[in-house]
């Protein structure tokens, strides 16, 4: 197995809406804030290279969207998904399947794109499985009004019309090496990519836990459905991976790619952060 970090590029969100409870005065000094209140959040993605399978999980932003959309967001950096896989010498034809954690659009929107007339939508990833589950599908394509301006019907439904979806299941894998853990705080149903990687055990946190700013328990998004479903969630997820000694990657950290964790007297911290590449 090989694993190559893609970067999406850099966008914006309100700092309190990221941290929910926990007062500007503590999270600023880690994430600090701009002007009009907004931090800055990478869209990192994963690509998992196992024989003739290569699996891209999430795809970030796209970019089909208007230009009154984008600016709500600040879209910034330099890297995007087209430029991150050619770096590696890949193109969206090479995807054998595109691993969704969950359908907010910073998470899938680039799983479809215009066409070439722009009258219309195509997958993005032509010759790809799209893996999703059947629960957050359907909490998807029927969201609630919280969180209905973070699915966007352009961005999932053609998946399904393009005959590519497949749905998987509690307990299911992509392969022995390749397992899921299905949580519920953040919204329903979101899968987490567990890797044993070289022997060591990798988790994909998506919007569990999006930064290594966040891995203190209590600091839980204003986002978050069900914030005292992700406590637990997050209690008993830190526990099993500081039993596992498991590497922790983040999806929104704008610096910190990995992780290790370890045992404090307030709680489970970070231990070492580096990049992917020091695996």
Known sequence: MKLYTINTG????????????????????????????????????????????????????????????FSYYFLNGSDSLITSLKKYGFTTDDITDDFLTHLHFDHCGGSVIWNSKKDGYELAFKNAQYWSNEKHWQWAVHPNAREKASFLKENILPIQESGHLKFLKEGDKLWEEFQITIVNGHTEAMMLPVLNYNGKQIIYCADLIPSAGHLPVSYVMAYDMRPLVTLEEKSLFLKEALKNNATLFFEHDLVNECCSIEQTEKGIRVKDKFPLTAL
Do not use: H, T
Not at 19 to 25: A, D, N
């Open 10 to 69: 850099n966008f914006k969100l309100d700092g309190g809406a990221m941290f929910g409870v926990v007062p500007k005065s503590i999270w600023n000094k880690i994430n600090p804030a701009d002007e009009n209140n907004m931090c800055n959040w990478a869209m990192r993605c994963l690509l998992v290279e196992e024989g003739k399978r290569l699996v891209l999980i999430d795809n970030g932003l796209g970019d089909k969207q208007d230009s009154k959309f």
